[in-house]
């Protein structure tokens, strides 16, 4: 059996991974896809310059406060006044509504008197002028999103900006679940047989991987008989795109993971790697449909999902498989590793990141407090409370 590698040379083998190919989608059902190609604006934003408070337009220069001046129009979003603004003058504009030629300011209403078609304004309406000018947001065929960018609910609000009706988008990975172990029941069924447990990971890789744009085609879950799981291995590679097994990954006698896809020719690109937790976990391709190994500890499972399922998922999508560490200060000491790369289950509080005290890789209550992981090098020290680290959101 191969030695394990590091985990940069893991994560860079799931990032030489291909996309799956684009398809073209209305915008308005391209929540949490990922764009295929960049994102040009058909037109500058704004069109022309608005006024982005209630008020009245006026030429600045020419307006006193006190002097009234006459109303000559109305401008509102959607139905914009046309004309030309002059001294003594004054339009009434409405907020998103364009600022009419000539006008170089508004002044809010709450400064105004209105008197039928005359308008007055008290001295304190101050130096705002309360204009957006055109193309301030973006700037016509301005790459408003470059491909690669994920279509997040904050993001969707700018693509529609550029309006356009439709977009390309990488296509949905179709991914199958498979459950591996002789002791697993559906939750809520395991106390009734003696020896079973409840079948956790399967939930939680099930939402990790919808929450990062695929589709689960199928969920299934299968005892440790190696014909059985050999001929459910391949009706799940040719529903998806990439399975997901859990379980059977160690090297138990009963550990049929790996050897179920064997008979589908199953092409190695690593069957171990040197990390704590997750060392089992390995990766591989038959023909068409790409296979990812998890170890059958709960934690361990779900922090190698977050490792290379994750940047799996975005890279099949056209995105991009790197992570996004942040540096964060630690709120407590932090072990010594060993001779693995660690990732320490973390909890934030105000002053920083707190090492859970329970890292057992087959403890599921951890994970309720976990939402980091900390990154320790193989052999790295026990560092002090206070020290930077490089964590990753869990
Ligand atoms: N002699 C050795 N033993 C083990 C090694 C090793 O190198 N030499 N590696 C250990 C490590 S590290 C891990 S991680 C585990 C992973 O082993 P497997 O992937 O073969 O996992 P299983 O044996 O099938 O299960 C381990 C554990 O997790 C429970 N489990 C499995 N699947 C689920 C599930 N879907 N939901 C909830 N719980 C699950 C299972 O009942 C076991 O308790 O191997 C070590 N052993
Ligand atoms: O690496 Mo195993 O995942 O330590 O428990």
Known sequence: MAAPISFDAALALIGEVAPLGCETVPLADAAGRTLAADLIARGQAPRSAVSTMDGYAVVDAATEPGEWLEVIGESRAGAWWRGTVGPGQAV????????PEGATRVIIQEHAERDGARVRFTPAYGPATYIRAAGSDFAAEAMVLPAGTRLTPRILVAAGAADRAEVTVGRIPRVAILATGDELAAPGEAHAWPDAIPETIGLGVAALAQSAGAEIVVRAICPDDLARLTALAGELLERSNLVVVTGGASVGERDF??????????ALAFEKVAIKPGRPVWFGRCADALVLGLPGNPTSALVTAALFLRPLLARLQGGDAAHQWRTLPLAASLPAADERETFVRARWDDAGLVPLGNQDSGAQSPLTQADWLIRCPAHQP??????????LAF
């Open 92 to 99: 009434r504009v409405f907020t998103g509504a364009g600022v």
């Open 382 to 391: 026990a560092l002090a409370a206070r020290t930077m680290v490089s964590a």
């Open 257 to 266: 993971a790996k050897a179920s896809f064997a008979a589908h020719a199953l």
